[in-house]
């Protein structure tokens, strides 16, 4: 029986891929990540810092991250083979491209932390016995 390496799929054609994704499913991702957070995090605290003149932080927001989503396609293309810290490297050096993959992965897993606690908060609010 042949050993599988646990990053090697096959796609719908049968072909091999060694655990990459395309630049249009970079961008979907990241634009799922993007709303996803807007929409659980930003409102309540747009809402109460900038009252009715909330919807103008939102639009600077959402152009600002389309921006970003297009930055990371625009690189993810520039340098198809390579991961957001190879290319960070290449572009800025060897240290600062560490420093900012390692930001990068940080940024993800905190927000993504953010996301799960506004959650779970949410559900005990929800579930708790008064």
Same mark, same amino acid.
């Given at each position: 029986m042949r050993?599988? +390496?646990?990053?090697?799929?096959r796609? %719908? =054609?049968?072909? %091999?891929e060694?655990g !990459?994704?395309?630049s249009?499913?970079?961008? *979907?991702?990241?634009? +799922?990540?993007? &709303?996803?957070?807007?929409?659980? *995090?930003?409102p ?8 009715q003149d =909330? ?5 600077? =927001?959402?152009?600002?991250?389309? =921006? ?6 625009t690189? /993810? &293309? !520039?340098f198809? %083979?390579?991961? *957001?810290?190879?290319? #960070?490297e290449?572009? &800025? /050096?060897k240290?600062?491209?560490? $420093?900012? /993959? *390692?930001?990068?992965?940080w940024f #993800?897993?905190? &927000?993504g932390s ?10 005990g609010?929800?579930?708790? $016995?008064?």
């Amino acid at each position: 029986m042949r050993k599988r +390496n646990w990053c090697t799929m096959r796609n %719908r =054609g049968g072909s %091999r891929e060694e655990g !990459r994704i395309s630049s249009r499913q970079e961008l *979907l991702l990241m634009t +799922n990540f993007l &709303l996803a957070s807007a929409i659980l *995090l930003i409102p309540t605290g747009v809402v109460s810092e900038a009252k009715q003149d =909330g919807w103008m932080a939102i639009f600077l =927001g959402m152009v600002v991250g389309i =921006g970003i989503a297009a930055l990371y396609t625009t690189l /993810g &293309l !520039r340098f198809p %083979r390579q991961t *957001l810290v190879q290319y #960070a490297e290449v572009i &800025l /050096g060897k240290i600062l491209g560490k $420093a900012v /993959g *390692l930001l990068f992965v940080w940024f #993800a897993l905190h &927000l993504g932390s953010v996301v799960v606690s506004g959650q779970v908060h949410k559900c005990g609010r929800i579930y708790r $016995a008064d």
